[in-house]
């Protein structure tokens, strides 16, 4: 039995409560929109601009808003933006723009697809269905082209070069400055730990580009997550539930084939010619459960609460330790489900 799709009355959708608080999403907004201001950032994230993802997603959910009862003008304002941010030129117009804003705009049409296939599911099923298509049409595509794939890395290792050498020039600049030579003069220690992650910023370049794949599936993620959360504040029409917070995150127990994927990739012998795919899944599927397991121990620390805080903890105070410790967390969470058993029976 099929249900049909038409567009429905707003009394339909106007059940779920508006999600409260703006601390939280205009701190994730700011530090999206900030990757092209750190160097580490511009290193690391795959697509730096990321205001182009913004427009697309927030149009695509005023346009499932608008088929579930909702405004159109809201739909004609927030193409307009997107179809706006997908065109204007920031910075020199480069092949992996034009790809960058290809798979902004592919994320977001897939993504617009699964929620109308998928009305009732949650936002994390049809976030990662939505990635999974736009990773299978982008590969239909690099393979129906004449460069193909090998085009494709060549244009993404180029980008990196580019920005590693504007990251190193704005270094060089820097610290011909009177300033930095007083900062130099007066906190040494300070400025030998900005020199220390100054040479490291190669090492990272050459790490993101050997696990792009995995950091782009990751980096779309987020920021549907936070096109999603960014709606259900400026919008009155409920297009799905709301994101829950840290410590109730959680995924089908399935997933966790994606690590033994990437594990058997990486160690059997015979498939060693597959073993930059292994990299990315693990690094994709890791990354997932380390944040599962964050869950697990924000659950832990304060389960009545949400705790940002725990995040720039992690991330500042001994950050590979505490990733092994919440992978480890978050696999274990999936045979021993710590949430679910304390929950009260009814």
């Given at each position: 039995?099929?249900?049909?799709?038409?567009?429905?009355?707003?009394?339909?959708?106007?059940?779920?409560?508006?999600?409260?608080?703006?601390?939280?999403?205009?701190?994730?907004?700011?530090?999206?929109?900030?990757?092209?201001?750190?160097?580490?950032?511009?290193?690391?994230?795959?697509?730096?601009?990321?205001?182009?993802?913004?427009?697309?997603?927030?149009?695509?959910?005023?346009?499932?808003?608008w088929w579930l009862g909702g405004r159109l003008w809201l739909v004609v304002a927030w193409s307009a933006l997107a179809i706006w941010m997908l065109t204007v030129r920031i910075g020199p117009a480069t092949a992996f723009?034009?790809?960058?804003?290809?798979?902004?705009?592919?994320?977001?049409?897939?993504?617009?697809?699964?929620?109308?296939?998928?009305?009732?599911?949650?936002?994390?099923?049809?976030?990662?269905?939505?990635?999974?298509?736009?990773?299978?049409?982008?590969?239909?595509?690099?393979?129906?082209?004449?460069?193909?794939?090998?085009?494709?890395?060549?244009?993404?290792?180029?980008?990196?070069?580019?920005?590693?050498?504007?990251?190193?020039?704005?270094?060089?600049?820097?610290?011909?400055?009177?300033e930095w030579r007083a900062f130099t003069a007066r906190y040494p220690a300070g400025a030998a730990v900005v020199e220390k992650g100054e040479a490291q910023l190669p090492d990272i370049a050459r790490g993101a580009i050997?696990?792009?794949?995995?950091?782009?599936?990751?980096?779309?993620?987020?920021?549907?997550?936070?096109?999603?959360?960014?709606?259900?504040?400026?919008?009155?029409?409920?297009?799905?539930?709301?994101?829950?917070?840290?410590?109730?995150?959680?995924?089908?127990?399935?997933?966790?084939?994606?690590?033994?994927?990437?594990?058997?990739?990486?160690?059997?012998?015979?498939?060693?010619?597959?073993?930059?795919?292994?990299?990315?899944?693990?690094?994709?599927?890791?990354?997932?459960?380390?944040?599962?397991?964050?869950?697990?121990?924000?659950?832990?620390?304060?389960p009545r609460r949400p705790t940002p805080v725990l995040l720039v903890i992690a991330a500042c105070l001994a950050g590979p330790v505490v990733g092994v410790f919440t992978l480890g967390l978050g696999l274990a969470d999936?045979?021993?489900?710590?949430?679910?058993?304390?929950?009260?029976?009814?």
């Amino acid at each position: 039995m099929t249900a049909s799709i038409t567009p429905a009355t707003n009394s339909a959708v106007s059940a779920p409560p508006r999600p409260r608080g703006w601390f939280r999403l205009l701190a994730g907004v700011s530090l999206a929109l900030a990757v092209p201001l750190v160097a580490q950032l511009r290193l690391i994230v795959p697509i730096e601009l990321t205001v182009v993802f913004i427009g697309p997603i927030m149009a695509v959910c005023s346009l499932l808003a608008w088929w579930l009862g909702g405004r159109l003008w809201l739909v004609v304002a927030w193409s307009a933006l997107a179809i706006w941010m997908l065109t204007v030129r920031i910075g020199p117009a480069t092949a992996f723009d034009s790809l960058a804003r290809g798979w902004a705009l592919c994320l977001a049409a897939s993504f617009g697809g699964m929620s109308l296939w998928g009305r009732t599911r949650a936002f994390f099923p049809r976030a990662l269905a939505a990635t999974a298509v736009t990773f299978l049409a982008s590969m239909v595509l690099l393979m129906a082209s004449r460069g193909g794939v090998e085009d494709a890395a060549r244009t993404v290792a180029d980008e990196f070069a580019r920005r590693l050498q504007v990251v190193s020039e704005e270094y060089a600049r820097r610290s011909q400055t009177d300033e930095w030579r007083a900062f130099t003069a007066r906190y040494p220690a300070g400025a030998a730990v900005v020199e220390k992650g100054e040479a490291q910023l190669p090492d990272i370049a050459r790490g993101a580009i050997s696990v792009f794949p995995a950091l782009l599936g990751l980096q779309s993620l987020a920021l549907l997550a936070l096109g999603w959360a960014l709606f259900h504040r400026v919008s009155r029409t409920r297009i799905g539930p709301s994101l829950h917070l840290l410590s109730e995150f959680k995924f089908s127990d399935q997933l966790v084939w994606g690590i033994v994927l990437g594990v058997t990739l990486m160690v059997v012998p015979t498939l060693r010619d597959a073993r930059g795919l292994g990299l990315n899944v693990l690094v994709f599927f890791g990354a997932l459960y380390a944040l599962r397991g964050l869950g697990v121990l924000a659950w832990f620390v304060a389960p009545r609460r949400p705790t940002p805080v725990l995040l720039v903890i992690a991330a500042c105070l001994a950050g590979p330790v505490v990733g092994v410790f919440t992978l480890g967390l978050g696999l274990a969470d999936t045979w021993l489900d710590w949430r679910g058993r304390a929950r009260p029976a009814t």
